[in-house]
């Protein structure tokens, strides 16, 4: 079992080395040193400005105090961060939307594509259930071809595109949103 009752077999065979468990406040540099890698070389995070650690310690209480989750993939090393992935509420604090979430995975460039982030994604959907939540929303950039595939094989389906709703490094960007239905249970 890792933390949180999620089972071993949520991480791929090219991954065996890797936990699954609950962010403490010890993992944050290398959450944001993942985070800041996303920023500045790519068009998954539609935002130019890099954070300081303060700046995503103050993100990290943030979703403990509202009761979300904040997972990190740890490698072999103690505090060796290979991703990480959190959800929060869907169009912020709407009452109507309080079963949706939508959530955030992000994987250290150096081992994209082995896994980490579906693992991470399935773990997120078993907290997301363990909150009564009904719907986990993905947001994925339109040319993001590595996502959009993982989540759709983890049973996302594409539900919009949005063409030219973000702009970065010069240029108008797509998104797709995806979703997928975690359970039929009647709301709570």
Excluded at 58 to 76: D, E, I, M, S, T
Excluded at 98 to 123: K, P, Q
Aim: charged share 20%; proline share 5%.
């Amino acid at each position: 079992m890792l933390a949180g009752g999620l089972q071993q077999h949520l991480l791929p065979a090219s991954c065996p080395a890797v936990t699954i468990c609950p962010a403490g406040e010890g993992h944050l540099p290398g959450i944001r040193t993942i985070f800041n890698e996303v920023v500045a070389t790519s068009i998954a995070v539609y935002t130019e400005q890099t954070e300081t650690l303060e700046q995503r310690t103050q993100w990290w209480r943030q979703r403990q105090a509202q009761g979300f989750p904040v997972l990190v993939a740890l490698g072999r090393h103690e505090g060796d961060v290979l991703g990480f992935a959190s959800f929060a509420e869907f169009r912020g604090n709407w009452p109507g939307f309080r079963h949706t979430v939508e959530h955030s995975v992000h994987i250290r460039a150096d081992i994209r594509g082995r896994g980490i982030g579906g693992a991470l994604v399935t773990a997120l959907e078993h907290e997301a259930r363990s909150l009564g939540k009904h719907v986990m929303v993905a947001s994925v950039d339109a040319s993001n071809a590595a996502s959009l595939r993982m989540h759709e094989k983890l049973g996302f389906q594409r539900v919009a595109f949005m063409p030219q709703v973000g702009c970065k490094f010069g240029q108008w960007l797509d998104l797709v949103l995806l979703q997928k239905r975690l359970g039929d249970a009647p709301p709570r």
